[in-house]
RNA sequence: GCGCCCGUAGCUCAGUUGGAUAGAGCGUCAGACUUCGAAUCUGAAGGUCGGGGGUUCGAUUCCCUCCGGGCGCACCA
């Protein structure tokens, strides 16, 4: 009866729409009428439309060959009694307006507490594995404040994921080869070079931030005989002894700064050992000449992308013999990433988007289905202070650190602004806002309304009121307005979770969380939680702990703090 | 030139895969603390959803076109 993302406590389903399409093809089957795979369900905007809306009645009216109107008729007719269902209305068109009972609603307020922290939770994913790779900066300079965007939504992401049944497991991916690596170190080299009082200039193509003077001086300061030593091997060992130290120092500061994050990866895999050294370019160039999308001009190695939707056909091993990096990471992808998972997401920065298909023509061509690889684009961020653009020059290696950015806004701060917007969209982000702890700062309105529901509490036991088991409590006492519509905006949230995983869009939970606030605050405002009626104050301590449990359970699928006290 | 993304209130942005009279926050203006946290709340003003066509019962959403932004078009990574 249930359907994949329906959670039944208590015997009781949760998921509202899932209940009410399950009457509504009921009733389609009692009229004789077709019933279409899926009902679809929409809340209203006015409340006089309903606490749910549906349009089956028009979309069946074709097939039917009856007007719309007969069609939700004939459902209304055959409707099954369902105690979630106060009433339906046929309005418009042929819209089905359904009002939720609120005896029913008040019975699912105790489900929703009975639940607990696994309310908002399924198994929509049915243990399915993904991976996920996102941040995966450079190694040749620490993380900017792009990457701090990347790290919430790839975290975020994965969080959403795993509370729908996902396994899921976050990677980072380490360029330490090719020739950034040898521009850095080569860098490091003129660097160390010059920390010996030598003079020596940065070649062309070099790393000119300021991080990679400290980092020689640091080496000198820490190991002069070492360092002397370094710089007289021959120019080969030489250069990879320097980079590779700097990879290292880089590498180990990122994943400093990610950890003061919140953000865990799973797996951090280099490109010098465990993708090229290990030979996953050859061989996922073996599987593709099997499959007949290999062949050699000019001297060079094809891949013939433009049989799978790509612009024009890619090389993958250049005529100097060289492995692209387009191959080294088709090698990364195959064997690297699909080896252990079902599905893979790739986070990438607007810059990759032409990318995008040669990578999924590769992956297509190595036999994953098409539904099995997925790329989103984070967009860039513009940081402000108080309207102000912040100059960032990577010419002269000037950028807001990931770190300065945590060290001026906080993790909390941070995490929820990146998460306001689509991750596809650019983002401007105001240090002065994120920094003011107001209402234009939301994620302070939203942790302030978990604050108050915990202190709520506090106070609550001061009085010396006991809270019994949710179950011994009349729910039935929440008549107001403003309770209805805040038991029906948590109800809203396991299916919130779910579509929030299915786009891949954690915004979605920000935003229902600034509305879960914003519902929350004008209620407690107005109407006092502890009074004289015992009873009525346990139901409204009720309410305000599951309001306070979904705040928790949101904020955390964010990766971001639930404050008892602020 | 070709391809992708975007254009919604003064600003920053949502808009639930095509729904009903267009949404929020900030900002502006006018108000509310003897009571559970005023980091809060109440109210007002603010719009040709870039323009124009098309698809249909119905379009901010889908298609075409134009205008205006961003990005990508390597035997670079």
Redesign the pocket.
């Known amino acids: 009866m249930c359907g994949e993302s329906c959670l039944t406590i208590q015997g009781m389903a949760l998921n509202v729409t899932e209940l009410l399409a399950g009457a509504v093809k009921t009733a389609l089957h009692a009229a004789a009428l077709p019933a279409p795979e899926a009902v679809?369900?929409?809340?209203?905007?006015?409340a006089?439309?309903?606490d749910y809306?549906?349009?089956v009645a028009?979309?069946l009216?074709?097939p039917a060959r009856r007007p719309?109107r007969q069609v939700a008729e004939a459902i209304v007719r055959h409707l099954p009694a369902v105690a979630a269902i106060e009433r339906v209305?046929i309005?418009?068109?042929?819209?089905?307006?359904v009002f939720l009972a609120p005896r029913w609603c008040a019975e699912a307020l105790r489900e929703i507490l009975l639940a607990g922290e696994g309310y908002g939770q399924s198994d929509l994913g049915r243990g399915r594995r993904y991976r996920i790779e996102f941040v995966s900066a450079?190694p040749t300079g620490p993380l900017v404040i792009v990457n701090a965007r990347a790290a919430a939504v790839g975290d975020a992401l994965a969080r959403i994921l795993r509370s729908q049944g996902f396994q899921v497991a976050c990677q980072y991916y380490v360029?330490d080869?090719?020739?950034?690596?040898q521009a850095l170190a080569s860098s490091m080299e003129v660097r160390l070079r010059q920390a010996l009082g030598e003079s020596a200039e940065l070649p062309e193509n070099a790393y000119p931030g300021e991080y990679l003077v400290d980092l020689a001086q640091d080496y000198l300061a820490r190991d002069p005989a070492g360092a002397r030593a370094a710089l007289a091997l021959p120019a080969g060992e030489r250069l990879e002894r320097l980079g590779r130290l700097a990879v290292d120092t880089m590498v180990a500061g990122q994943r400093r700064v990610l950890e003061e994050y919140g953000t865990a990866f799973d797996r951090w895999t280099y490109?010098a050992t465990d993708v090229r050294a290990a030979g996953l370019p050859e061989r996922a160039i073996d599987e593709l000449r099997a499959a007949g999308f290999i062949y050699e001009?000019?001297?060079?190695l094809w891949f013939r992308s433009t049989a799978l939707g790509d612009?024009?056909d890619?090389?993958l091993?250049?005529?100097?013999g060289?492995?692209?990096?387009?191959a080294?990471?088709i090698g990364f992808h195959h064997f690297g990433k699909f080896a252990d998972v079902d599905c893979v997401i790739d986070l990438l920065g607007?810059?990759?988007?032409?990318?995008i298909?040669r990578l999924k023509a590769a992956m297509t061509a190595l036999g994953h289905p098409e539904a099995a690889f997925d790329v989103l684009?984070v967009?860039?961020v513009?940081l402000l202070r108080d309207?102000q653009p912040v100059p960032m020059s990577k010419r002269r290696g000037e950028f807001v650190l990931m770190e300065e950015l945590l060290e001026e806004v906080g993790r909390d701060a941070a995490r929820f602004t990146f998460l306001?917007?689509?991750h596809?969209?650019?983002?401007?982000f105001?240090l002065a806002?994120a920094t003011r702890?107001?209402?234009?700062?939301?994620v302070?309105?939203v942790?302030?309304?978990h604050?108050?529901v915990?202190?709520?509490f506090?106070?609550?036991a001061q009085q010396g009121v006991a809270v019994p088991p949710w179950r011994e409590v009349d729910f039935g006492r929440l008549a107001l307005p403003e309770e209805q519509t805040i038991i029906k905006g948590l109800l809203?949230y396991p299916?919130l979770v779910a579509?929030a995983a299915?786009?891949r869009?954690p915004?979605?939970i920000a935003?229902y969380l600034?509305?879960l606030?914003?519902i929350f605050?004008?209620?407690?405002?107005?109407?006092?939680?502890?009074?004289e009626d015992r009873p009525l104050?346990l139901a409204?301590l009720g309410l305000c702990a599951a309001v306070g449990q979904v705040l928790r359970s949101g904020l955390g699928l964010l990766g971001v703090s639930a404050?008892?006290?602020?």
């Open positions: 679809a369900w929409e809340i209203p905007r006015e006089e439309h309903g809306a549906t349009n028009m979309t009216a074709r719309p209305e309005a418009g068109p042929g819209f089905l307006n450079n360029n080869a090719g020739t950034q690596f490109e001009a000019e001297g060079a612009d024009k890619r090389v091993r250049k005529s100097d060289e492995l692209t990096y387009f080294v990471d607007p810059d990759h988007h032409g990318y298909p684009i967009q860039l513009t309207g306001t917007r689509r596809d969209s650019p983002l401007e105001d806002v702890q107001s209402a234009d700062n939301p302070f309105y942790q302030y309304a604050a108050r915990t202190s709520l506090r106070t609550a809203q299916e579509g299915r786009a869009e915004h979605r935003y600034s509305e606030a914003g605050h004008p209620y407690y405002k107005a109407h006092r939680i502890l009074t104050s409204r404050p008892e006290s602020m």
